[in-house]
Every structure is written in C-alpha cells, then in structure tokens.
C-alpha cells in the first residue's frame, strides 16, 4: 500500500539551528501540505504545496520556514533558525486533489526537539 | 475563525461499553473527516461525512453528520481494547475566497478502553 514517508522521526537540534525535514509523498498526488502538533494540542496546518509553488500558508508559517520540492519526489520543510517553540511533531501530508472529500494521507511524522 | 470542539477529552471504558464522541462547531463545513492517530504516528483517516444527516458504518463504528453540517458525532458500540487511540475531527478551512486547502483539527478524544 502506497505510503508517506517522513525523514528522520526524531530530530534534536541545538536553538538557532537550521534543521530540514524530509518527506517522499505518495507518487501520484499533486498536493502536499505540512501539519505540525506540539505536544498536547491539536494538529495544526502550516503550508499547502501544489505545482511547484505555496497554494496556502497559515499564520504558523512565518519568514522562518521555507518548503521546497527539489527533484520531483521529496518535499521538504526547512526552518531557518529554530526556537525551542518550534519543538513539535511534524507531518507531512499529501492527497490527489484538493484536500476537501478527498483522503489525505499522513506520515508517521519526525518528532523535532529543539534545546 | 473556524473551529473544532471536541468532547470529552477523555474517557475511559470497559471492553463492551457503548461511547459516543462529539465534535461540534459554530461554522458550516462541505465536510468533515475523522481521523485516529495512535501514538508516535500520523493519523489516519476513519471517514469523510460530505451530506447534512448523513449516517456512515464502518463495522462497530457508526458516524454522523449533523443536519446543519455544524456538528459531527462518532458511536462505537461494543468498544474493544483494539479500539484505545486519539480520535480526531477535522474540517475544511474556508475564508471569504473559499476552501483554503487545508484541514482545521479538534484537539481529539483519547479513549482508553480497558479489557
């Protein structure tokens, strides 16, 4: 069964550090999405990728992170200069279409320790 | 802003007990999904609830749509050990241009069904 995968699952970074996460969605999806969930609170969206470009961004998703799909299958999401706030769960998502009645499918997520 | 309340937070049963879960909104939504992510993974979608009062089965788990498409309800009958998890509804974002893309999170139901 076809499936997201999310490089590494668990990543400790120093403060100030920049740190990429990785994500190979499923191959015939054309939208991609980040989500993150700090511990103890909901699942929250940050960025929506669709053609190459941002489709969507939230408030979350400031001058700090960066998203990009360099060869055709991996996604990333970078974060410049980390703060501990920036401490969370990380997941990538992608889906066939627009997201509305169609399936995203997630990851298994990268824990992101910032210290 | 649109938002997702769910309820209760937590709750935990016998094996055999009925539960119901809700997830409740002031705002419309085309639709809305419900999710169970276990713990240390991504979640993963259960069912998407598309038409005001629509009933959907997935084997002891019985899901509803409200008549306003405001309100969401998860019945499990019959809760087995199997059944221990975070569940979690979520809705498409909308802003006054439309569907953002993007999917609004409750903060989830952790159930805990003892044997």
């Known amino acids: 069964e076809p499936e997201v995968t999310q490089t590494p699952s668990h990543q400790v970074t120093q403060m100030g550090q920049e740190v990429i996460l990785r994500c190979v969605p499923i191959?015939?999806?054309?939208?991609f999405y980040w989500y993150r969930q700090i511990l103890g609170q909901k699942v929250e969206f940050l960025v929506s990728?669709?053609?190459?470009?941002?489709?969507?961004k939230s408030e979350i998703f400031d001058d700090q992170f960066s998203v990009e799909r360099p060869d055709g299958s991996n996604f990333t999401l970078k974060i410049r200069s980390t703060k501990l706030e920036d401490s969370a769960m990380y997941f990538c998502?992608?889906?066939?279409?627009?997201?509305?009645?169609?399936?995203?499918?997630f990851g298994q997520g990268t824990r992101l320790t910032v210290v | 802003t649109q938002l997702l309340e769910q309820s209760p937070q937590f709750l935990s049963i016998q094996e055999g007990e009925n539960l119901t879960v809700y997830c409740n909104s002031s705002?419309?939504?085309?639709?809305l999904q419900w999710y169970r992510q276990e713990p240390g993974e991504g979640p993963v979608l259960l069912v998407t609830?598309?038409?005001?009062?629509e009933v959907k089965k997935l084997k002891r788990l019985t899901f509803q749509f409200g008549d306003a498409r405001k309100d969401s309800s998860l019945h499990i009958t019959a809760a087995q050990p199997g059944d221990t998890g975070l569940y979690l509804c979520?809705?498409?974002?909308?802003?006054?241009?439309?569907?953002?893309?993007?999917?609004?999170f409750g903060k989830g139901t952790k159930l805990s069904v003892k044997p």
């Open positions: 998502a992608s889906s066939e279409s627009r997201v509305s009645n169609t399936e995203a499918f």
């Open positions: 191959s015939n999806h054309l939208y």
């Open positions: 990728f669709y053609n190459n470009e941002i489709s969507e």
């Open positions: 705002s419309v939504f085309s639709s």
């Open positions: 609830v598309v038409t005001g009062g």
């Open positions: 979520a809705g498409e974002g909308r802003n006054y241009g439309g569907s953002q893309g993007n999917l609004i």
